[in-house]
């Protein structure tokens, strides 16, 4: 993927890892379901949900290059419409991160979220969404290191206030 980082498939002995990654945080699946994962077998059904097979979307483990630690989870797919939103048009795909504390601030999630939008462009896709916690103040920024343009607070997705980023392929 690049000299530092690995993308792969989540597996079953990730679990620990991910179960430590995402205990307490709530989180949104596919369908929209808020979860918070407390236990083991929480990570293990969070890994069976995270198994895409789709030649561009995924949900990937993050791992550094070097020695395959651990440092975060990538995704990059279609986006949760919030209730009563229209889906009459092409199908938002996002893409998000979340990094392990002990992996923040080294700029992986730039690196890792770069490496997949620019894959997904050369296959033809033209958009790429963002959609942050208004308070995220850390992931804004890396949408606007990858270059998206902040297109404001919407309610579109997930039922919940988010802040709105977009990056568009090159002509």
């Known amino acids: 993927m690049s000299d530092r980082l690995l993308l792969r498939p989540w597996r079953v002995d990730d679990a620990d890892f991910l179960l430590e990654l995402e205990s307490g945080r709530e989180n949104i699946g596919p369908t929209g ?8 077998e929480d990570a293990l059904a969070s890994i069976a949900r995270r198994a895409l097979d789709h ?9 550094t290059a070097v020695d395959g630690k651990l440092v975060g989870n990538l995704l990059f797919k279609p986006v949760h419409l919030s209730a009563g939103e229209p889906s009459d048009g092409p199908e938002d795909v996002e ?14 999630a730039t690196e ?22 208004p308070g995220n103040h850390a992931s804004q920024a890396v949408c606007r290191r ?3 343009r902040h297109l404001g607070r919407t ?10 980023f977009e990056k568009r392929a090159p002509v």
């Open 112 to 133: 890792a979220a770069q490496v997949v939008i620019d894959d997904a462009f050369s296959r033809g896709l033209t958009k790429v969404i963002a959609v942050t916690d």
């Open 155 to 164: 309610m579109r997705y997930y039922d919940c206030p988010n802040e709105l």
């Open 95 to 108: 893409i998000g991160w979340h990094l392990h504390p002990h992996a923040q601030g080294r700029g992986y």
């Open 33 to 40: 379901v808020r979860t918070t994962m407390t236990t083991r």
């Open 55 to 63: 030649p561009i979307h995924g949900v990937w483990a993050i791992t």
């Open 146 to 148: 990858l270059g998206m």
